[in-house]
């Protein structure tokens, strides 16, 4: 069983950086895809970022330049650099993990954090 805990969300204002982390545990952390989404109520959660287990990473295009997302097998956690944040980033952020090729769909997923919410706001 795969378990995912996302940390490092908070309030932070327009302009600003946060780093978020997502935790997991299980030893075949390194062949797993890994993935950040986000949602927003009356939205369907989106997916923000995705990293394979050979490093190759995808962003949607709303954060490429502002977001990075990276991992260390070691330590066996993925993590989310958002730069120059926006209101329009304001949501639940959620980690979420695969034993499969990255992908942009949520369903696609089979482990989930518990998620955590990022507020961008003056």
């Known amino acids: 069983q795969v378990q995912l805990v996302e940390s490092g969300a908070g309030l932070v204002q327009p302009g600003g950086s946060l780093r978020l982390s997502c935790a997991a545990s299980g030893r075949t952390f390194s062949n797993y895809a890994m993935g950040w989404f986000r949602q927003v109520p009356g939205k369907e959660r989106e997916s923000v970022a995705a990293?394979?287990?050979?490093?190759?990473?995808y962003h949607v295009a709303s954060v490429k330049g502002r977001c990075t997302i990276s991992r260390d097998n070691a330590k066996n956690t993925v993590y989310l650099q958002m730069n120059s944040l926006k209101p329009e980033d304001t949501a639940v952020y959620y980690c979420a993990a695969r034993p499969n090729s990255v992908t942009t769909r949520g369903r696609d997923y089979d482990y989930w954090g518990q998620g955590a919410q990022v507020t961008v706001s003056s």
């Open positions: 990293i394979n287990w050979n490093g190759s990473t």
